[in-house]
């Protein structure tokens, strides 16, 4: 059952498999219903991006998350990481 109030950590995992590499890469998620994002906690290989779209690699809000790993070569894992509050 939910808990109303626990904080759950969602950990996306991007694999580029291969000896070539993925341009534009991108790494997005929705915001799961009946939750809310917690501000400032989303992360990248764990260090910390900003919300706004600025000069890092992360996009947050209450919808969804965007995190642009642009080009990324073969046989690299990137982490990305966020946390939200169950309503």
Sequence with gaps: QPVPGAVITYTLVATVSGSG???????????PTGT??????LKLDGSALS??????????????????????????TK??????KIN
């Design 79 to 84: 982490t990305v990481k966020f946390d939200v």
């Design 36 to 41: 809310t994002y917690q501000v400032s906690t």
């Design 51 to 76: 919300d706004a779209a600025d000069a890092d690699a992360g996009v947050a809000s209450a919808s969804g998350i965007d995190v642009n790993l642009g080009t990324v070569a073969g046989g690299t």
């Design 21 to 31: 590499q993925a341009e534009g890469l991108h790494v997005t998620d929705v915001i």
